[in-house]
């Protein structure tokens, strides 16, 4: 069992930052991958990025390459998201999730991969 808490979401005006935090409990991150998603009104999950734990490889949505970076630290059990120069079209819920699969993460999993989800957390980029 993994429960995952999100935090770092908030107000922020377009070209600005925020870094998301996803922490771990009742386990390590060890042999998943982890993936930020996210979900506007209205609109689908969509996937934003993804860390593979064991084998580093990581996934970006076409939208968000060159502006966001996924991240992790093993001590802290926690993956980041530093999202810059934000647009208002990033406005969405972002949910971090976590899926046993072994393989790579370069081609990006959809949401029926992930199996434990956290609450969510409001990013709201102004223009």
């Known amino acids: 069992q993994v429960q995952l808490v999100e935090s770092g979401g908030g107000l922020v005006q377009a070209g600005g930052s925020l870094r998301l935090s996803c922490a771990a409990s009742?386990?390590?991150?060890?042999?998943?991958?982890i993936g930020w998603f996210r979900q506007a009104p209205g609109k689908e999950r969509e996937s934003v990025a993804a860390?593979?734990?064991?084998?580093?490889?990581?996934y970006y949505a076409e939208s968000v390459k060159g502006r966001f970076t996924i991240s992790r630290d093993n001590a802290k059990r926690s993956v980041y998201l530093q999202m810059n120069n934000l647009h208002p079209e990033d406005t969405a819920v972002y949910y971090c999730?976590?899926?046993?699969?072994?393989?790579?993460?370069?081609?990006?999993?959809?949401?029926?991969?992930?199996?434990?989800w956290g609450q969510g957390t409001q990013v709201t980029v102004s223009s």
């Open positions: 009742g386990r390590t991150f060890s042999g998943y991958v």
């Open positions: 860390i593979s734990w064991s084998e580093g490889s990581t």
């Open positions: 999730a976590a899926s046993a699969w072994m393989g790579t993460v370069a081609d990006g999993l959809g949401p029926a991969m992930y199996k434990y």
